[in-house]
């Protein structure tokens, strides 16, 4: 038998003020985080709330693909 692939996968966080101009950020760029989880229990993408060290603050952090 073959081993199968298993439940957790390793997934991008993405910051989501990448698109605010507004916020006076410490330097330019996109921030990302990577974390993992469990497919099963979790099916829908995750959102967390991390700090961003480009806006200097915490902010909501979603998953991408």
Known sequence: MGK???ARIIITLE???KN???I???KPGIF????SKNRR???ARIELNKFCPN???HT????IK
């Open 4 to 6: 199968n692939k298993g």
């Open 15 to 17: 910051c989501s003020c």
């Open 20 to 22: 605010d101009d507004t």
């Open 24 to 26: 006076n950020r410490r």
């Open 32 to 35: 990302r985080y990577t974390s």
């Open 41 to 43: 229990n979790t099916p």
């Open 55 to 57: 806006c200097n603050k």
């Open 60 to 63: 909501q952090f979603k998953e």
